[in-house]
């Protein structure tokens, strides 16, 4: 076992080296790079091939995108040809689209509209709102500011504090909120929410129904899903019609891109474009990455290695390998959003093993089709992830005692190989979707690409905004 370990290790570094020499698809982004792919991208544990797949390069979706996601720090099957990144563009405009609801102060048609995606837990967030009220009161009319949320669910209360901050929107407080909050910083649980609110005057009772309620959930993780969509990956991230603010996050800098913005404004309206439709036309154009691919493709099922209603409203497809470090990271997400809606998401398993990294992997995918046979594949299958370096012959046999399985069934379908032709159709089917590394995700049929980490939210953004999940 200690051998095998080791060169399970080697392999990994060896595939990390590779990486960094040719280069990623994909790549996760520097907080600098606003060139970058959005992803915080869901991670591939590797891209070596399981079995035969179909080549053929991701749909594009508004703007152009390479071809498959593959993990940080490992290689891709051809991907990179030794041809050096170009340095990303300072004027890339983002296609960073304005809501009715967002909160903004300054005129509608103000020649440059400053864009914060900022959170009410971190320092930095505050250092720059401060930088953005400064230019705000210095440029006057000439300058618009929108706040919108972005997540990182590593911050404790993240969650309840942006959606206290779209209550105080409805109202009329959410800029005092923001100030107040801002400046307390710390972790804003419960109770210190309910002493901002109180402090700015707003109505505690209306506050408390909402966050019982999550009625702005969606709303927050809208715009969460559109920081991931336009590649702000920094915390904050601050653009000026449409355009990321480079470097460091200073005042000087901030006000630097703010006046090349505003002479490019003045440009465009001397060419005859209205005031009030000045930044839709500046940003209509932008980049942006689609979430879901626009491609949906059809996906056979398994009803043993499938749990959820089978007329849920979503059906959530994942290609996963029992080996894979990235795909018992991912689980825990998976099965956190099928929780939030029990009755609305199914979700199916398909095994798509990559015994070019993972030894253990096909003899772990064969024991898991066994132990769906037997009406035993969701224990089964927790115990796998739960236990990744024990999956040899001996591994498994155990394991499968804990989860209740027929052991002496089990050895003689592995003996006999009896499930092999199951796996490898998992397989295939994943290639002809372009699976090439796990996990990946389908979300009705279509590739879900989402924000680092894998949370849950990110998923239930994409489900909200494309597939309706969360709405009447």
């Not at 409203?313 to 689980?331: G, I, M």
């Not at 990559?354 to 969701?378: C, I, T, Y």
Request: hydrophobic share 45%; glycine share 8%.
């Amino acid at each position: 076992m200690r051998d095998r370990n080791g060169a399970i290790l080697v392999a990994y570094v060896s595939l990390a080296v590779a990486a960094f020499l040719v280069g990623r698809a994909w790549p996760a982004p520097e907080a600098s790079d606003p060139g970058s792919r959005p992803g915080d991208v869901m991670p591939a544990s590797a891209t070596a091939q399981a079995g035969p797949a179909d080549s053929s390069p991701r749909s594009p979706g508004p703007a152009p995108g390479p071809a498959a996601p593959v993990p940080q720090g490992t290689a891709a099957a051809g991907a990179g040809s030794g041809v050096a990144k170009p340095p990303a563009d300072p004027n890339q405009v983002w296609r960073i689209r304005l809501e009715p609801d967002d909160p903004a102060k300054g005129p509608a048609d103000a020649p440059a509209t400053i864009v914060v995606f900022s959170t009410f837990l971190c320092p930095d967030c505050a250092q720059v709102a401060g930088h953005v009220d400064r230019i705000a009161a210095e440029y006057g009319k000439k300058v618009r500011v929108v706040f919108k949320h972005k997540l990182f669910s590593t911050h404790l209360h993240a969650m309840e504090a942006a959606e206290a901050a779209a209550e105080a929107n409805a109202q009329g407080k959410f800029w005092p909120f923001h100030d107040r909050a801002q400046a307390k910083g710390g972790a804003l649980d419960r109770g210190a929410l309910e002493e901002i609110a109180r402090e700015v005057g707003m109505d505690v009772g209306r506050l408390r129904a909402a966050l019982s309620d999550g009625r702005h959930r969606g709303r927050v993780l809208r715009d969460s899903l559109l920081a991931t969509e336009t590649a702000a990956h920094s915390m904050p991230n601050v653009a000026v019609n449409g355009v990321r603010l480079f470097g460091d996050k200073t005042y000087e800098n901030l006000k630097a891109l703010v006046d090349r913005k505003l002479a490019d404004a003045q440009a465009a309206i001397a060419a005859g474009t209205a005031p009030a439709r000045l930044y839709a036309s500046l940003v209509e154009r932008g980049k942006a990455f689609d979430a879901l691919d626009p491609r949906r493709l059809e996906f056979s099922a398994d009803e043993a290695m499938a749990r959820g209603p089978k007329d849920a409203r979503v059906q959530l497809v994942v290609f996963e390998d029992f080996q894979c470090p990235f795909c018992a990271k991912v689980n825990p997400s998976i099965e956190a959003f099928r929780k939030r809606f029990p009755d609305d998401v199914r979700i199916v398993f398909r095994n798509f093993p990559l015994s070019n990294l993972h030894p253990d992997a096909q003899g772990a995918a064969e024991a898991a089709v066994e132990a769906a046979r037997q009406g035993k594949f969701w224990p089964f299958h927790d115990l796998l992830f739960r236990n990744q370096k024990d999956l040899d012959r001996a591994g498994l046999e155990r394991l499968a005692e804990q989860a209740g399985l027929d052991v002496a069934a089990l050895r003689k379908a592995l003996d006999g190989r009896a499930h092999q032709s199951a796996v490898a159709r998992d397989v295939a089917e994943g290639g002809r979707a372009g699976v090439t590394g796990t996990p990946v995700i389908f979300l009705d049929g279509r590739r879900y690409q989402g924000p680092q980490g894998n949370p849950p939210e990110g998923i239930e953004a994409a489900a909200r905004a494309y597939l309706g999940l969360g709405s009447k």
